[in-house]
């Protein structure tokens, strides 16, 4: 592919190209091939939509962050529906009601919808909150999911006085563990240990000697050996690479899945006799779920 002149490219479904670093430098090196000059030198790409984390939403899709001179136009099925059967198209709008994943994804193309999605009571417009300063006071934990083939999540939680739980930050990437431990530190306190300067969420708790450390919990299968020892002789695995490189106060979490399943439903349920918090929009109404994201997550 390297030795490639081309002056045009077409790529169809260009979602299913791998998520992570793999599928975007595929896409960086066929861009880098539109060099005939007899052109148009261009690239055409069809998508179904996906995920608001693949590489595609954030470089073609989003008109935050995409590509300087990327242009996109989104297209619903009612868009061509004079070109359809009438019977085909009742049946797809249907869908809105028995399959409204499918509708959102398939009918009117939007990113981030998925069919079978787990939790269906999350609403962006009731879970999702603007950034707000997360007092000092309030109880702080992490939560990880390291990735090998997929990216590594973490995210830091913090529960106000009424034991509602705000995720306010992710850290989502692919990588070496060296990579993602250097971010977390990063997030986890300023380089001077001090007070968090205001308007800044740091991911531990400021007390009076510097910081509070909190516990961020993880799959315990970060602990399985890899058959080697680490600097420390203790037999190699995630967890003790994540150690020599300073991660620490990691604690093995319970990863019966329908246990957590069935937990993040209640945090998730809009709780009728609950009062919103005064930190929400909808502060004096009742219906509250206890978990909530901020919205530049």
Same mark, same amino acid.
């Given at each position: 592919?390297?030795?490639?002149?081309?002056?045009?490219i077409?790529?169809?479904?260009?979602?299913?190209?791998?998520?992570?670093?793999?599928?975007?430098?595929?896409?960086?090196t066929?861009?880098? @091939?539109?060099?005939?000059?007899?052109?148009p030198?261009?690239?055409?790409?069809?998508?179904?939509?996906?995920?608001?984390?693949? +590489?595609?939403?954030?470089?073609?899709?989003?008109?935050?962050? @995409?590509?300087?001179?990327?242009r996109?136009?989104?297209?619903?099925?009612t868009?061509?529906?004079?070109?359809?059967?009438?019977?085909?198209?009742?049946?797809m709008?249907?869908t809105?009601?028995?399959?409204?994943? +499918?509708? @959102?994804?398939?009918?009117?193309?939007l990113?981030g919808?998925?069919e079978g999605?787990?939790y269906?009571?999350?609403?962006?417009?009731?879970?999702?909150?603007e950034?707000f300063?997360i007092?000092?006071?309030w109880? @702080?934990?992490?939560?990880?999911?390291h990735?090998?083939?997929?990216?590594?999540?973490?995210?830091?939680i913090?529960?106000?006085y009424?034991?509602?739980?705000?995720?306010?930050?992710?850290?989502?990437?692919?990588?070496?563990?060296?990579?993602h431990?250097?971010?977390?530190?990063?997030?986890?306190?300023?380089?001077?240990?001090?007070?968090?300067?205001?308007?800044?969420? +740091? +991911?531990?708790?400021?007390?009076?000697?510097?910081?509070?450390?909190?516990?961020?919990?993880?799959?315990? !299968?970060?602990?399985a !050996?890899?058959?080697?020892?680490?600097?420390f002789?203790?037999p190699?695995?995630?967890?003790?690479?994540?150690?020599?490189?300073g991660?620490?106060?990691?604690?093995?979490?319970?990863?019966?899945?329908?246990?957590g399943?069935?937990?993040?439903?209640?945090l998730v349920?809009?709780d009728?006799?609950?009062?919103?918090? !005064?930190?929400h929009?909808?502060?004096?109404?009742?219906?509250s779920?206890r978990l909530?994201v901020?919205?530049?997550?």
């Open positions: 592919m390297l030795n490639l002149t081309l002056g045009g077409f790529v169809d479904q260009i979602e299913e190209l791998d998520e992570g670093d793999e599928g975007e430098r595929l896409f960086d066929l861009l880098g @091939r539109l060099s005939d000059p007899r052109g030198r261009k690239m055409v790409a069809v998508a179904n939509p996906g995920s608001l984390t693949h +590489w595609v939403y954030r470089r073609l899709v989003n008109e935050k962050t @995409r590509d300087a001179g990327a996109y136009v989104h297209v619903e099925l868009d061509n529906a004079q070109n359809l059967p009438e019977d085909y198209v009742e049946a709008l249907a809105e009601t028995t399959r409204p994943h +499918w509708f @959102r994804s398939f009918i009117r193309g990113w919808s998925f999605a787990a269906e009571e999350f609403d962006p417009g009731t879970h999702v909150v950034p300063l007092p000092e006071e109880d @702080r934990f992490e939560c990880m999911d990735g090998a083939a997929n990216p590594t999540s973490w995210a830091p913090a529960v106000d009424d034991g509602n739980q705000i995720v306010f930050d992710l850290y989502y990437s692919p990588g070496l563990v060296s990579a431990a250097a971010a977390i530190k990063r997030r986890r306190s300023p380089s001077s240990f001090g007070h968090a300067p205001p308007g800044l969420n +740091w +991911w531990q708790r400021p007390n009076a000697r510097g910081y509070e450390w909190t516990y961020c919990y993880t799959d315990p !299968s970060i602990r !050996s890899h058959g080697l020892s680490g600097k002789g203790l190699a695995s995630v967890l003790t690479e994540y150690l020599e490189h991660i620490d106060h990691l604690v093995l979490g319970n990863n019966d899945r329908a246990a399943y069935a937990r993040l439903l209640e349920h809009p009728p006799k609950r009062p919103y918090p !005064s930190w929009p909808r502060s004096g109404e009742y219906g779920p909530f901020f919205r530049s997550c």
